[in-house]
């Protein structure tokens, strides 16, 4: 069981992997969340962290995900597992991210999302990834003030 | 709810749901079809109606419905569907041959550039998700309440929220990215080049200054320069204005256009 904190991203690293975590809670409606997190085409309009995703968030579809973080770099990512207004994780064989709601009452859901990367060979490029910290908590902050202000709006 | 009664009410509504699925489907056919067909299923479902909308809502849902039958299938076009029909229409002279014999003979032949920002904004909104466009036209052109949209599309307050705040977002960025009447480095101007074609002889300018879009381009928001394009679409109706010919030969255009580049691009 990870342990995250509110609003900041925390990483923990090993030998062999490497995960960072963040938790953030967010007064709206799980259905507006899951559909900022499920909308591809709509992705770099809110959240600040992502130059661009192509493709369809679908299960077993694959996505084309630009960062901030390596511009220059296209992450080719499977989408493992959806389960409406709850969790989605997408990924490939270096790694897996994790998205997660839960409602914890009075109009609050906590959102979190971690990643975990690794494997054998991770020791030898360990170095070279750079640190999600600011970026999660950049998305955290995004996906916050985007789904409050669809709820707040009209 | 008598015969009489939803024959009245439809007779009241006919003209905004057939310039409402006009501006869904871009096809003149289809939106003859699909309001006849609300009217055909309506009458079979009258009983059923228990009054939990007014009926102007009831029927909008039915042609929303049937209008999701016959869009879902079909792809979504692109944020520069105005690009790619310019280019066909260049490259196609019975396009203008036609469109110069309506503006010469027909009633509703006339040219004015705020009915095209009209047509211009049906056709880019078709690059929209089909929830959002069909949100942002109920609200911000249909003026029903997220209430009542939430009964038209079958879903929840939040997802209608999502639908228009999104919808909305995408279209303000791609004017603001695309159109030369509000940004002076955007990359369409075909309003105006339109207007030089069919109205050589008048004074450009002095046109574009009457539209509050262009007046308060410099200085309104974004958001109030949507909600002034909007009003533009609420005040005209694609079939009885006086453009209405022209802007439908051309919209047939644009649409016969678009599925061929979808088919062969596979969008």
């Given amino acids: ?154 | 709810m008598t015969q009489d009664e939803l024959t009245e009410t439809f007779q009241t509504v006919q003209g905004q749901l057939k310039s409402y699925i006009l501006r869904i489907a871009a096809s003149v056919e289809d939106a003859k079809d699909i309001v006849q067909d609300t009217y055909l299923r309506a009458t079979e479902k009258r009983e059923t109606f228990r009054g939990d909308s007014s009926v102007k809502t009831w029927l909008f849902t039915i042609a929303s419905n049937l209008a999701k039958d016959n869009l879902r299938v079909k792809k979504r076009w692109v944020e520069n569907v105005t690009d790619i029909t310019k280019e066909a229409a260049l490259s196609n002279p019975a396009f203008f041959s036609e469109a110069m014999q309506i503006r010469a003979t027909s009633p509703q032949g006339q040219f004015e550039i705020k009915e095209h920002i009209v047509f211009c904004f049906t056709c880019i909104s078709k690059s929209l998700p089909l929830e959002q466009q069909l949100s942002i036209f109920l609200k911000e052109v249909y003026e029903f309440k997220v209430s009542e949209i939430v009964q038209i599309l079958d879903t929840t307050e939040a997802m209608v929220k999502y639908y228009l705040h999104t919808g909305r977002s995408k279209m303000i960025q791609v004017f603001d990215n695309r159109c030369a009447l509000i940004n002076k480095e955007g990359v369409c101007h075909q309003c105006s080049e339109l207007n030089g074609i069919f109205n050589p002889q008048q004074q450009q300018q002095e046109e574009l200054v009457k539209l509050d879009l262009v007046k308060q381009a410099e200085k309104a928001d974004k958001e109030h320069l949507f909600d002034l394009r909007m009003q533009l679409l609420q005040e005209i109706d694609p079939f009885e204005s006086p453009a209405a010919e022209l802007q439908l030969h051309h919209l047939e255009h644009n649409r016969t256009v678009m599925e061929t580049f979808l088919k062969k691009n596979d969008q």
Avoid at chain 1, 22 to 35: F, H, K, M
Avoid at chain 1, 44 to 53: D, F, G, K, Q, V
Avoid at chain 1, 125 to 134: N, Q, R, V
């Fill in chain 1, 1 to 154: 069981m990870i342990q995250t904190q509110l609003n900041k991203a925390t990483t923990v690293r090993k030998t062999f992997s490497r995960t960072t975590s963040i938790s953030t809670e967010i007064v709206s409606d799980p259905g507006i969340i899951w559909a900022l997190l499920t909308n591809a085409s709509d992705f770099s309009r809110w959240n600040s962290t992502i130059t661009s995703l192509e493709g369809k968030i679908e299960l077993g579809k694959k996505i084309q995900l630009r960062s901030i973080l390596d511009a220059k770099r296209v992450f080719k990512l499977s989408i493992k597992e959806m389960v409406p207004e709850n969790r989605l994780t997408w990924g490939d064989a270096m790694g897996k991210r994790t998205f997660t709601l839960v409602s914890i009452g009075n109009g609050l859901i906590r959102f979190t999302m971690i990643e975990k990367i690794g494997g054998p060979l991770f020791p030898l490029f360990a170095g070279m990834i750079p640190s999600f910290d600011a970026s999660f908590e950049q998305f955290a902050a995004d996906l916050k003030k985007e789904s409050e202000t669809i709820m707040n709006a009209n």
